[in-house]
């Protein structure tokens, strides 16, 4: 854990959990004397129980007393705490059902096993070890509050194997080793230096909260590494997200890796419900190598009162303006440094978002021969509702061979100078590490052989949302089909390369929309900051500009400066640059290069939010409203600042198919304009290589 656990910035926040449960592995018997754990000589509250470690099986749980009394079949008993984790066969319970089960046991009734859960034991195990983070220690490098957490672990794996160095986490562990072990998870472990490998982990969890899997890195000159083969992994409680702390704590996460270690995992079934539970999660500096597997999580039902919120110490729904919902995301990548390549896998979310970068720097997420997908089951506007992958805090994220099936966006590109590659899978495929040192990507963590297949993006709704900047480049004949906008531009630097005949097949026809950010420009009526419930966005009536809504009438000296190139493809639809209304406008860069053949308007362009193709505006847009973000129609305008520049080179050609509005003009001695030029007004004959500035209107032939 390079030699400390992080330091968490803000103070803890306290959120009662109805049912927290831990379990132990391979400990010696504990005795209890007082409430003092004699092999370890610590000394715990008075009601905190004492379990041997292998767990011990439930004769009664009594209810009467508080808290409850809990009769082991030794003849002792125990009082319940909330670390205290319940087996019924091969599966782990919740307690609400533990006590189901020994009501009707006492009863005679045996038990019964839950539904759908087989098996045909009646006996019912108790365990009570778990690791719980205080003030000031947390896994990772999140700062979030930790609340009541108390991780209940299956195989805590360091350097040296299960529970080889816990001298990170000591002080917050109950019991002398913390793995619940075999009983609990399944599986075969063996170590070999600083490799452990666990063979066909099989994991039944009914409870909110069970990490069946936490490699931590250690301080020392060898890599901490984790192989993880043949695991199924069925993560089914119904957690609401009270107190989980959203889902940068890893707390009831399938895998989880910290502190520069490295996981492989191969051949994995992971399914995860409830909300904020991811099924992957990599963390500080880690490499997570993801091959041959099934990873889904269906999310859950949010508990009453939640209010949507940007503060990771409350988020377990994504921020409503970023113009979806949901409740889980499936992996979650964090820290500075680190990698997760997934390889040969299918990725799915319900909602919210599938492979997910957060509260992180230079991290690198590579796909190769896999796909990522929602639920599309639903209205593709006001139903289904994600994104494929996000990308913050200069990301680099390369997808190859790799197809999309999702809701609202294939990416979203958020702040940073963050970088995402469409390629197809050729060759030897690798995972670059960013070196903190060198201050570039230059390390190699993983490689594999692809299966040279093409990339493909299907968006029921837009490509890539770009709001903090970043680079989209499109190669080897990459294809994006889309509902709406292939990119949606609303800040920051963006820069969109398409080439290698990639394609564009945008259902509304538009390639590239550049527009105001409707999250900054929202009202926040009550100043209120991360906290987005009362928050909205509205706009005037009629076309932006001609109905006197304008930020700025500057001469675009400010604006932010995007682009788009285009070389050896053809591509059929529209460019607009809608900004410059409610906030500064950005300047916008179109390159036709060699090759480069578009057909459609590129425009400077009023707009106005609509979602049936303007009949409607939707001048207002609150929290319930959040599917109508991005959703806009244009008008060629020109409001002084959303200034246009094209220039094509080579062979490039532009066919004109209606009114387009541009501030600067350059058309080379071998490219073809197909269009009528008016320069301030004057029919105007383009010659070959001369800039032409101004208002330039250009239309159809």
């Known amino acids: 854990m390079n030699g400390k656990l992080k330091t968490i910035c803000k103070e803890a926040v306290v959120v009662a959990l109805a049912v927290v449960m831990v379990v132990g592995f391979g400990m010696p018997s504990l005795s209890y004397l007082g409430g003092q754990n004699t092999s370890t000589s610590s000394v715990y509250a008075a009601d905190t129980a004492v379990v041997p470690a292998g767990g011990a099986v439930v004769k009664s749980i009594d209810t009467s007393t508080d808290p409850a009394t809990i009769a082991l079949d030794d003849g002792t008993s125990v009082s319940y705490d909330s670390g205290m984790t ?98 609990v998870v399944g599986g075969t472990v063996t170590t070999s230096d600083n490799t452990t490998t666990v063979d066909g982990l099989e994991v039944n969890s009914y409870s909110d909260n069970l990490n069946p899997l936490v490699i931590q890195g250690t301080d020392s000159a060898k890599q901490t590494v984790a192989k993880i083969n043949n695991a199924t992994i069925n993560l089914l409680g119904k957690s609401d997200g009270n107190g989980t702390v959203c889902d940068f704590s890893g707390w009831g996460a399938a895998i989880s890796t910290y502190d520069n270690a490295k996981t492989i995992i191969d051949n994995a079934d992971i ?265 909205y966005f509205s706009e005037k009536k009629g076309w932006a500009g001609e109905n006197g809504q304008v930020y700025s009438n500057g001469d675009g000296s400010k604006n932010t400066k995007s682009s788009i190139s285009v070389s050896n493809s053809t591509l059929k639809g529209n460019i607009y640059n809608g900004s410059g209304y409610q906030q500064q406008a950005e300047t916008l860069t179109v390159n036709l290069k060699s090759g480069a053949k578009i057909t459609g308007k590129i425009s400077a362009t009023s707009i106005k939010h609509s979602t049936d193709g303007g009949k409607t505006q939707n001048r207002y847009i609150p929290q319930g409203k959040y599917y109508q973000f991005g959703h806009v129609v244009n008008k ?52 070959a290589g001369k800039t032409y500035t101004g208002k330039i209107t250009v239309k159809k032939l």
């Open 271 to 535: 399914h995860t419900t409830g909300v904020a539970r991811c099924a992957v999660e990599g963390d500080d500096g880690s490499d997570t190598i993801i091959k041959n597997s099934d990873l889904a999580a269906d999310g859950g039902t949010t508990y009453s009162g939640y209010e949507n919120s940007a503060n990771t110490e409350l988020m377990v729904e994504p921020p409503w303006v970023l113009g979806i919902v949901g409740n889980a995301r499936t992996t979650n990548l964090l820290g500075t440094a680190s990698t997760m390549s997934v390889y040969n896998t299918t990725a799915y979310a319900t909602k919210w978002g599938v492979l997910s970068t957060d509260g992180c720097s230079n991290v690198n997420l590579t796909t190769v021969d896999s796909t990522v997908n929602m639920d599309l089951s639903g209205n593709n506007l006001t139903e289904d509702s994600g994104y494929g992958t996000y990308a913050i805090g200069s990301a680099l994220e390369n997808f190859y061979g790799t197809t999309f099936n999702v809701s609202t966006y294939g990416t979203i590109c958020a702040n940073g100078e963050n970088v995402l590659n469409y390629a197809a899978s050729k060759g030897t495929i690798k995972t670059y590490k960013y070196n903190t040192t060198t201050k570039k990507y230059d390390t190699v963590v993983s490689s594999t052989t692809g299966k040279n297949k093409k990339s493909t993006v299907n968006s029921e709704n837009f490509g890539v949302d770009i709001w903090g900047g970043g680079t989209v480049n499109l190669k080897d004949g990459t294809t994006f089909n889309t509902g709406n906008a292939a990119f949606l531009v609303k800040s920051g630097t963006a820069s969109i390369n398409i080439t290698d005949k990639s394609k564009i097949n945008s259902k509304n026809g538009v390639i590239m929309q550049v527009m105001d950010n409707e999250d900054s420009a929202a009202t926040d009526p009550e100043g209120e900051g991360m906290t987005f419930a009362r928050k």
């Open 86 to 183: 319940f087996m019924y066969g091969s599966s782990e319970v919740t307690y609400a059902r533990a006590q189901k089960i020994s009501a009707s046991a006492s009863s005679g009734g045996g038990g019964g096993m839950p539904p759908g859960m087989g098996g045909a034991t009646k006996s019912l195990k108790v365990y009570n070890q778990y690791f719980k983070p205080d003030k000031t220690t947390v896994f990772g490098s999140n700062t979030n509050k930790v609340g009541t957490a108390k991780f209940r672990i299956g195989y805590y794996i360091t350097n040296g194997g299960v529970d080889g160095d816990t001298s990170a986490i000591k002080s917050g562990i109950t019991g002398s080793t913390l793995s619940l072990g075999k009983d």
């Open 636 to 687: 060629a305008y020109y409001n002084k600042a959303n200034n246009v520049t094209v220039k094509l080179t080579g062979n490039a050609v532009w066919k004109v198919t209606g009114t387009s509005i541009v501030t600067s003009l350059n058309v080379g001695s071998k490219a073809k304009l197909q269009g009528k030029v008016y320069v301030n007004g004057k029919l105007t004959k383009v010659k």
